[in-house]
């Protein structure tokens, strides 16, 4: 059936301001979205620090939580990952440190892994903060690579968080982003990531993630904000919005060679907002077998004996180290998980 | 390093009690959750009511976003329905239709297809209700088959949206779950199923969608969670919570067999809080190319003819059907799509 399309047809200039329109509407969606973070945020905080009193009296919460993580996430915790969460993963917490500030995001937030004494590094804490910025063509999740205080041979990163802290500090003393790219910083770790190209990046490299796109600093993203609103505004005062000029400041650069750990936005971004909210749905799900209740054996099973190290350099299953590993590897079989 | 774990060790009596706190802090997180999603609503209701004002005026609004769709959604169009949605797709609404109702869940949603004449079907409307329901063991969306009245020759389906409500319509007329099995509407769906495993689905399937796990009544979810909340409120007051007894109605039958779309509940949860929260957004990505403005002669491009069908049944492009088909398969280069 022929579609009558006359009622439809637009000029370009039509069509120039209902783009416009678009803008405007979509910038008012934005500032909705920002607000039901704040609101959600005042609405679950409460809950957040009962949970942190409550998981303190339950062993391995954390851990547990980890090993039944989305596949998408569970792609990159290697073998040797799980036996670190296993071993000496304590404390975690997820914290939205921009929520209240007007130069902020609310989409801003932080991953806090708290370690006990461990074999691999020196670290009690590690934080890793994600700041949700913009640039004129894009926005996101950037955030700047943490050190790790390896001990002698444990690197699980082959050097790659190292190379990648050293990176950012020289390109925080660059003043033209377009020259980085020469950076004798940059070249070896593009150099040691196209090396290392076919071995699994531990989880780890997770603190060496700098962006999907290319670094933006604070200020980069201020003026940023501030141009796009002077642009909504002149729409909202029905004054001609300026073409754009195509500016040459085309990145030819492609910033992902020096990424240790693409999609580490995604992975960071799911951890926040399904593995934080949810945990003790995750943690249920290591007692939950077909669906059915706990029963006190396998309650009771749950403390044993976590040295039993697995050397065989097989994929390490955490229930096999901290519980009973006896459930398999097929997903809990009827529960959905809540949106 | 030896962890120590003296001090966690617990008795199965200590551990059932987490468990018990463990359930209490559970569903305080989600009465929480369900609350967030009322105050989202109320903050987004007036910018959607906006949103479809202004998109009323837009050609193609809708049929452009389900072809920037994600992934997720967009393996489940096939090349046949990929052409009903450019050629008669006109209006789409996502309603929270339970949201105030103390009995309902703020969780269910409806997804409402609007279609101009077509060579399909008769329907003008298309609209399916996904209900968040609970069992003993088990919470998730559920739906009803919803009847296509298909032109003749022209089922997508191949019957399976028939079978599927002619199936349905027989359950509600048995009282016992366990007999469904018997049914000749039963055996029939399963068959047709079997026969078509190999054809992959039309996208109007999910219309025939009725459960990730089985068909659960308003009544069966009403009186789970009546027995919920009374197994928490003897928490709360320290009572002795009972063993449950395992009852003896266990599902030995996989009700999935007579699943017409299997993950029909996902695909509906990211067309309602992915695709109708950002449906501008996906809208602009059919004119970004590589992270670019708008320009004008490609706004221009956009009312083409779109008669000049494609028969041959290879993938058919939105795009080349209601736009310029120019932009290729790849995803949009920088953009993050917002959380």
Redesign the interface.
């Known amino acids: ?3 009558d ?1 006359a009622e ?5 200039e039509q ?2 301001v ?2 416009e ?2 803008s405007l ?2 910038s ?3 500032d ?2 920002s ?2 973070i704040r ?2 945020e005042a ?2 905080a409460p ?1 957040y620090k ?2 942190t009193d ?1 998981v303190a ?3 391995h919460f954390w851990s547990l939580v980890f090993e039944q993580c989305p596949q998408e996430v569970e792609n990159f915790i290697q073998p040797t990952d799980s036996e670190v969460f296993a ?2 993963f304590e404390t975690f917490e997820v914290s939205r440190f921009e929520v209240d500030d007007p130069k902020g995001s609310p ?1 801003s937030f932080s991953l806090k892994f708290g370690f ?4 691999w590094f020196e670290d009690k804490t590690l934080e890793k903060k994600f700041w949700y910025r913009h640039t004129k ?5 950037v955030s700047e690579p943490v050190k790790i205080h390896w001990k002698k041979g444990k690197d699980l990163t082959s050097g790659l968080t190292d190379a990648a802290v050293k990176l950012h500090e020289a390109r925080q003393k660059t003043t033209d982003r377009k020259k980085e790219v020469s950076l004798p910083e940059y070249k070896e770790l593009a150099k040691k990531i196209e090396t290392a190209e076919d071995a699994s990046v531990s989880f780890f490299g997770l603190f060496a993630f700098v962006s ?2 290319r670094w933006v600093s604070a200020e980069e993203s201020e003026t940023a904000v501030k141009h796009d609103k002077e642009q909504l505004a002149k729409i909202r005062a029905g004054e001609k919005v300026d073409e ?1 000029e ?1 500016e040459d400041d085309e990145d030819p650069q492609d910033y992902q060679e020096t990424e240790v750990f693409p999609g580490g ?1 995604e992975v960071a ?1 799911i951890i926040a ?1 399904d593995m934080w ?1 949810n945990a ?2 995750y ?2 799900q290591h ?1 939950e077998e077909d ?4 029963d ?1 054996e396998e ?2 099973d ?2 044993v ?3 039993e190290d697995d050397e065989s350099g097989e994929e390490v299953d955490i229930r096999a180290l901290v519980g009973k590993g006896k459930k398999g590897d097929e997903p809990p079989a ?3 998980r ?2």
């Open positions: 059936m022929a579609h399309h439809h047809e637009q000029t370009p069509l120039q209902q783009f329109q678009l509407l979509e008012e969606f934005e909705a979205e607000e039901v609101k959600a609405i679950k809950l009962k949970r409550f009296k339950v062993p071993e000496c989409r006990s004494e461990n074999e063509d894009w926005d996101g999740l999907g796109y754009e195509e936005d971004t907002e909210p003790l749905r943690y249920k007692f669906g059915g209740e706990f006190d309650l009771s749950l403390d004996d976590m040295d009827k529960k959905q809540k949106a």
